[in-house]
């Protein structure tokens, strides 16, 4: 059985940039959420991704969007970046309806 | 706003001792409760996790207690490692998401 990957593993943008965040979710299952954590703090939820829609979203701006595509993978899009967005960003798998969810190993993006 | 409130921020126990973090939430829509361990430049892992119908769920060297008419959960980690040095974090599940709390760091001292 294979586990949430996540790529790049860094990156480093400058303000006003748009970047792209890839993740693989684990085998077997169809949902896949992002999550941002910033230094110190606990993980805060983007949006999640069912059925290769949105399934919910939290309280950040239009500038994150997603996709989710037929094989259960997913990008998140950050356009005009701002300082504030570096930070790790987490992918989560897990099944529709169930509540167990799985997080890779994320992604730490800083903007300069 | 944080919908899940950790405490404390981080603590320091001696090898072999107890180590307790407790977590309150408000939201009675909540309906799993699961507990992530998290390394240094690593993802959250699922380390255990309780739904509001049980008071007690123990695995291993690690209990949750949960006390659903005060609305508060609780890590107790038993004769602490020096490998059980990481952040740990209390979450609860609603509808789609988790909301986190702000995390405990634990050191254990050898």
């Known amino acids: 059985e294979t586990g949430v990957t996540q790529s790049p593993t860094h990156l480093i943008k400058t303000r006003g940039q748009q970047v792209t965040l890839r993740c693989s979710s684990q085998?077997?299952?169809?949902?896949v959420s992002w999550y941002q954590q910033a230094l110190g703090q606990g993980p805060q939820f983007i949006f999640q991704?069912?059925?290769?829609?949105?399934?919910g979203r939290g309280n950040f701006p239009p500038r994150f969007s997603g996709l989710q595509f037929p094989n259960y993978s997913s990008e998140l899009n950050v356009n005009a970046l701002e300082l504030d967005d570096s930070a790790l960003y987490l992918c989560a798998s897990s099944l529709v309806g169930e509540d167990t969810q799985y997080f890779g190993p994320g992604t730490r993006l800083t903007v300069l | 706003q944080q919908q899940v409130k950790q405490s404390p921020q981080s603590l320091i126990v001696q090898k072999g001792g107890i180590s307790i973090i407790n977590c309150a939430y408000e939201n009675t829509a909540f309906d799993y409760f699961p507990w992530y361990q998290q390394f240094p430049g690593k993802g959250p892992a699922l380390l255990i996790a309780?739904?509001?119908?049980?008071s007690e769920k123990k695995e291993g060297r690690f209990t949750i207690s949960f006390n659903k008419s005060a609305k508060q959960f609780s890590l107790h980690i038993m004769d602490s490692q020096p490998g059980d040095s990481a952040t740990y974090f209390c979450a609860a599940w609603d509808d789609y998401k988790l909301s986190f709390g702000a995390g405990t760091t634990v050191t254990v001292r050898a």
């Open positions: 085998s077997g299952h169809n949902t």
């Open positions: 991704y069912y059925r290769e829609e949105e399934n």
């Open positions: 309780i739904r509001p119908d049980v």
